[in-house]
């Protein structure tokens, strides 16, 4: 079975991390995170991720999350709060008016507690720790203590990205061999498929390749934590380190494999399920679901205007053509 392991501060990987998240962002990401605040009140962080962070760009929707401390004092509605605790995140929009432009983003809500949690190797669904396995950024921290553990969360997010996922890549006895492009574009791959998110099929390939040399540095610092966690016996560097040989007992690979695949379920489950939520946090959604579709899809979607207006009555059809098609 896995070994359950939690990274220190002073790991090489949450240092790298910690850089990363440091970096600089866009007078846009800044300015939606003040209107976040603004909305919020006080944070313990909030955390720049996605499209818009991977191409540089002010086009398109912000991606953020928001880490508090307690549902019931981020919220006036108690149903809100209750709804954050029992199916985490809620999902919000919003616009703001910058340098005469209309920024707009999309927030997430979890505690600094469930965050952590939801990192871990025993989390049954990838829905954190896929995200945040990814580059991001801290856009606002209330102290030093919030930094050190978003950088944490984030380390932690990638070892477990790779200690659940490197298992489906060829194998020989105790022995696996892989390209570092091959890992991640297979964890990539594996986790948008348990969410049955509508990008495209080179979506994989886009994220590696747009930071190939980070996630490379990454997984090798992975490796040597899961070494010292005893999870794998042996992680060497083959081909001038852009390959990898890995060792681990072939019962715990076969385990993994099977936690994967009755979980995968239950992971696509609660993605439904969160969105559907967020149909009653977002706000005014149907436009916003249109352009997403669109844009992964690459295929117009019309609705009626009753559709449009009553979408959770009559726009089942077509939310569930696209939903089984992607």
């Not at 105790?174 to 969410?195: C, D, H, I, K, V």
Request: proline share 5%; hydrophobic share 45%.
């Amino acid at each position: 079975m896995a070994a359950a392991m939690t990274l220190e501060s002073q790991a090489p990987l949450t240092d790298l991390v910690g850089r990363e998240l440091a970096g600089e962002v866009s007078p846009s990401a800044h300015a939606l995170a003040r209107a976040i605040r603004d909305e919020r009140g006080d944070v313990s962080s909030i955390l720049f991720y996605g499209s818009c962070l991977r191409r540089g760009s002010d086009e398109g929707v912000f991606d953020f999350y928001v880490l508090v401390d307690r549902y019931r004092d981020t919220y006036e509605e108690a149903w809100l709060a209750i709804g954050n605790a029992i199916l985490p995140p809620n999902v919000f929009y919003i616009e703001t008016e910058h340098e005469g432009t209309t920024l707009r983003a999309k927030y997430a809500v979890l505690s600094v507690s469930d965050f952590a949690s939801a990192v871990e190797p025993q989390c049954i669904h990838p829905y954190i720790w896929a995200r945040f396995a990814q580059p991001a950024r801290i856009v606002y921290a209330r102290d030093d203590e919030a930094r050190e553990a978003a950088a944490r969360c984030g380390a932690q997010a990638i070892v477990t990205l790779i200690q659940r996922l490197m298992v489906f890549l060829p194998a020989t006895g105790r022995s696996q061999r892989f390209s570092l492009s091959a890992l991640w574009q297979q964890a990539f791959g594996l986790t948008y498929g348990a969410e049955r998110r509508p990008e495209g099929d080179d979506i994989a390939s886009t994220l590696y390749e747009s930071a190939s040399e980070r996630y490379d540095e990454a997984a090798k610092l992975a490796f040597e934590e899961l070494k010292q966690a005893g999870f794998i016996e042996r992680a060497s560097a083959r081909g001038g380190g852009q390959a990898y040989e890995v060792e681990m007992p072939p019962l715990r690979r076969h385990w993994m494999r099977w936690r994967w695949h009755l979980s995968r379920p239950i992971a696509r489950a609660l993605a439904l399920m969160r969105l559907l939520k967020t149909a009653f946090t977002f706000g005014d959604w149907v436009p916003y679901a249109i352009f997403k579709l669109e844009r992964h899809t690459g295929e117009p979607i019309e609705l009626t205007p009753r559709q449009r207006q009553h979408p959770l009555i009559f726009g089942w059809p077509v939310i569930w053509r696209v939903y089984l098609r992607r």
